[in-house]
C-alpha cells in the first residue's frame, strides 16, 4: 500500500513545482503525487503550458517525486462539465480534457481523471434519482472519444470520481458499475477513483448503505486508486486528520486488504480556507501524515 497526496492543499499557496515538490518530499516525506488541475490550466497558451511541464518533470527527478495521475480539482468541478444541459458547453468541457490530457502527456503523467459532470437542477428542486437516458448516452459516446485522445497522448489509464450528488454520474455502485460495462473496450481503461469520504454519507445514501464496501463490491477490480479525508458523514468536508471524525485509517486499511486491493494508491485529499494561514495549512498536512503513514504506508 503507498500513501500518496492529492496537491488540493496547495491552491493559492505552493503553485509551483519548484515549491511544492520540495515541501512533498522534505516535510511530508511522501514520493507520491497526484496533480490538482488547479495548479495548472489546460487552457493556457502552449508556451506557458509547455514550460509547467518540463518544470514538473524536472522537480520531480530532482526530488525523487512519482506523478501518478491529474486531476480535475475544484475550479473545474464547479462547472456542469460533461452534463451540462448545452451541448456547446459539453464540447468546450471535452476539449478541456483533451488539454489536460496533452498537459499529462508533456509532463510524464500517465493518467487523468475526475468528476464527469453534472445536470441542470430542475425548476420544481426536485431531484432526479438518474440522470435522462439521452444524456446517458451522450456521455458514455464522448468518453469513449476522450479515452482514444488520451492514447494519442500516451497516457495508459483514465479515472472517474463517483459523488455523492444525485445530479451527478456515478452517484450509486449500480451506476458505477452499468457505466463500466459500457466503457469497456475504450482506447484506455476507464477506471475509479473512489472517494471514502464520498461514500460514507447519508443522505443520500440510507444510513446502512453509507459504507465503502458496496461501492467495492460492485467495482472493485475497477478501483485503481483512493481519496482519503476526515468526515463526520453529513457532508463531504475534505477534512484532514486533526480533525475528529467517522473515518478510520486502520479500517480503510483493512477493508482495501479484505477486498484484495491493498496495492492500490491512497491519496489524502484535502482543502483549507484561502484565509488559513500557509504555516497552519502545512502543520496540519504534516500531523495527518504523521497519523496515516505508519498505517497506509508511505515513505
Not at 514538473?56 to 501518478?68: F, K, N, P, S, V
Not at 468536508?237 to 491512497?266: C, K, N, Q, S, Y
Request: include cysteine; aromatic fraction near 10%; charged fraction near 25%.
Amino acid at each position: 500500500m503507498a500513501l500518496g497526496i492529492n496537491l488540493s492543499f496547495c491552491v493559492k499557496r505552493w503553485v509551483t513545482p519548484a515549491l511544492w515538490a520540495r515541501l512533498v518530499r522534505e516535510d511530508l516525506g511522501l514520493g507520491l503525487v497526484q496533480l490538482s488541475f488547479d495548479l495548472v490550466d489546460p487552457l493556457w497558451p502552449d508556451e506557458v503550458l509547455d514550460k509547467a511541464a518540463t518544470d514538473l518533470r524536472q522537480a520531480c527527478a530532482e526530488h525523487g517525486i512519482t506523478m501518478h495521475s491529474g486531476f480535475i480539482g475544484l475550479a473545474h468541478y464547479t462547472f456542469n462539465q460533461l452534463l451540462h444541459p448545452e451541448p456547446g458547453v459539453r464540447d468546450a468541457a471535452e476539449y478541456w480534457l483533451t488539454r489536460a490530457y496533452a498537459f499529462c502527456g508533456k509532463a510524464g503523467i500517465r493518467a487523468a481523471g475526475g468528476p464527469l459532470g453534472a445536470i441542470a437542477a430542475r425548476p420544481d428542486a426536485v431531484e432526479a434519482k438518474e440522470i435522462p437516458a439521452a444524456d446517458y448516452v451522450d456521455l458514455t459516446a464522448r468518453l469513449k472519444r476522450l479515452a482514444e485522445k488520451a492514447q494519442s497522448q500516451g497516457l495508459t489509464e483514465l479515472y472517474i470520481e463517483p459523488t455523492p450528488l444525485r445530479r451527478e454520474w456515478p452517484w450509486t455502485p449500480a451506476q458505477a458499475r452499468r457505466l463500466s460495462d459500457d466503457l469497456a473496450g475504450s482506447a484506455v481503461p476507464w477506471r475509479y477513483c473512489l472517494d471514502w469520504g464520498h461514500a460514507i454519507l447519508s443522505p443520500p445514501y440510507a444510513p446502512e448503505e453509507a459504507r465503502v464496501e458496496p461501492w467495492l463490491e460492485a467495482i472493485g477490480r475497477e478501483t485503481g486508486a483512493i481519496h482519503i479525508q476526515q468526515s463526520d458523514g453529513r457532508l463531504d468536508r475534505h477534512w484532514d486528520f486533526t480533525e475528529r471524525g467517522i473515518v478510520d485509517p486502520e479500517a480503510i486499511a483493512a477493508t482495501l486488504a479484505r477486498f484484495g486491493l491493498a496495492d492500490r494508491p491512497v491519496f489524502l485529499e484535502v482543502f483549507y480556507p484561502f484565509e488559513e494561514t500557509d504555516a497552519a495549512v502545512l502543520d496540519r498536512v504534516r500531523r495527518s501524515v504523521a497519523v496515516l503513514a505508519p498505517v497506509l504506508g508511505g515513505e
